[in-house]
């Protein structure tokens, strides 16, 4: 992995004395698309804000290429932030916002120039120079607010769910926009979003965090794959979780069976999360299933029927691409290594 860029070391932060960032530990590399991903509330804004020097932490230290920055003002830190609502100078056309930060840095003319072309070449935006702002569409006004940041050559770029106020189809589309300009700029990219996927689509490494807390830090298919505990498995993509007990090592007890997964180290008859993907469960015939379920609803995803089903006192969800009629009673088959293991959350805190 490459150096280390931002080192935020036992950080502590407190709103009118509640605590919104409890003793934070995180190292940021060099280079790499870093998400900070949660639910409303749980601290991956202010953690932003606190690298780019919008709060002070409570305690703890801010190291920016080893050097301790907590008393550094934004305008000093060698970064630029990227906001929801893009506060784009109306008055100015795109040219005209992309140069202001140079225009401050007192930079000469012929380089401003080149800067700003080069900046509006990379977002796509070639020929827009003297497009009033209020012309532009919510992507292409977005698209200005990246290069405005991106020109002063920032080495960090912190973005704070950007591209929140954009529909559906040009979010996609510029969730890969992003990640080819930071790949071609080199730079590191400190992005906030509660979108799991867009989290998965852009990101070099995901960080989970719950009220205040890290939960856990992984690249996309680490935290989809093998997700820390069950707050993180329901919170990246859909999950069947449920209560087990574990017997010994490779068994586990739960929804009324016994069944073999591949986890051990949890010890003997210990209570414990269990984790089944809907992709996961194998719809079969219902004498070969490990479970018997009535399959209580269906709906088509386009690339996969939705089954809720009933089995073992539980509400399964199922993930297939044939379609079972509703009323019908179907087998389940899950493999041992889809079986995923977890501490129980309350034995954590």
Partial sequence: ??????????????????RVLNGLNLEIHDKEFVTFLGPSGCGKTTTLRIIGGFVEPKEGDIFFDG??????????????????RYALFPHLNVYENVEFGLKLRKMPESE?????????E???????????????????????AIARALVNHPKVLLLDEPLGALDLKLRKEMQIELKRIQQSLEITFIYV???????????DRVVVMKDGYIQQI???????????????ADFIGESNIMDGLMYDDFKVQFAGNEFECVDKGFGQMKRVDVVVRPEDVKVVAPDEGQLNGVVNSVIFKGVHFEMMVE???????????????????????????????????????
């Fill in 1 to 18: 992995m490459e150096n280390c860029i931002i080192n935020l070391k036992d950080i502590v932060v407190e709103y009118d004395g509640e």
């Fill in 193 to 203: 979003t509660h979108d799991q996927e867009e989290a998965l689509t852009m990101s």
């Fill in 218 to 232: 992984g690249t996309p298919q680490d935290i989809y794959n093998e997700p820390a505990n069950a707050f993180v």
């Fill in 112 to 120: 401003r120039k080149q800067r700003v072309r080069e900046m509006l």
């Fill in 311 to 349: 089995a073992a006192g539980y509400n399964w969800m199922i993930h297939s691409t044939k379609m079972e009629e509703p009323g019908s009673i179907i087998g389940m088959r899950i493999d041992p290594f889809d079986i995923h293991i977890m501490h129980k959350m309350e034995d954590e805190e």
């Fill in 122 to 144: 990379l977002v796509n935006l070639k020929g827009f120079e003297r497009r009033n702002i209020n012309q532009l569409s919510g992507g292409q006004q977005q698209r200005v």
């Fill in 67 to 84: 050097v301790r920055i907590n008393d550094l003002p934004p305008h000093k830190r060698q970064l630029n932030t990227v906001f929801q």
